[in-house]
Every structure is written in C-alpha cells, then in structure tokens.
C-alpha cells in the first residue's frame, strides 16, 4: 500500500535551516506530482511546495518562496524539502503528500504521511 514517511523535523532556531526528507513506497514514485503541506497549531492545511514528476518544475507560496526549495530524487523514490531562513511562524507540523492522478498536477491530494514537527523558537 501507500506509505509516506516524513523524517527530519526538529526545534531550531529563527534564522536557521533545517532539511526534510519523505520516503514513498507503494505507487509508482515518478508518475505523480509531490507536495509538502504543513498545519500550524490551531490552523488548517497549508499547501506550501509543489513538485512536478521530472522534478524541473516547481511551484511554492508566497508564504516560503526563496526560503524553502522542494526536490525530489526518483531513483530513491524520495521527496525532499530545504528550508532556509526559518521564522517562528513556520512552526508546523509537515506533511508530504501525493497527487490522486498520475503525470498531471491537480492539487488533489490523496494521500498524506504521518508527519514531522518542525519547531522555530530560540
């Protein structure tokens, strides 16, 4: 079945950087656009980074561009996410998730990992 682990959460402090790595098995990695959502406490699920199949692609909101780059590595069905210059307001839990259909980015995620803490504070 679907499996996506998220790994790499942590506390650090603002300014820093911080990497996360989600491990995919189950599906046929390199036919589906890949994603990082985080939730905020007390808030709803928040797109952040978006992924094409070939990986040349990418699409993030306003809330991390220039901060955080997405990558993913298809011969080890893996999704990676780099984050730079942290603030306390990314503080979140961050989720990798998958598109429902193969080659096309539809934003439509049906699939979610169990998530990692990230934790921005001094």
């Known amino acids: 079945q679907v499996q996506l682990v998220e790994s790499g959460g942590g506390l650090v402090q603002p300014g820093g950087s911080l990497k996360l790595s989600c491990a995919a098995s189950g599906f046929t990695f390199s036919s589906h656009w890949m994603y990082w959502v985080r939730q905020a406490p007390g808030k709803g699920l928040e797109w952040i980074s978006a992924?094409?199949?070939?990986?040349?692609?990418?699409h993030d909101a306003e809330s991390v561009r220039g901060r955080f780059t997405i990558s993913r590595d298809n011969a080890e069905n893996t999704l990676s996410l780099q984050m730079h210059s942290l603030k306390a307001e990314d503080t979140a839990v961050y989720f990798c998730a998958k598109d429902r259909r193969t080659w096309y980015g539809s934003y439509d995620f049906d699939y979610w990992g169990q998530g990692t803490q990230v934790t921005v504070s001094s």
């Open positions: 992924i094409n199949t070939g990986g040349d692609n990418t």
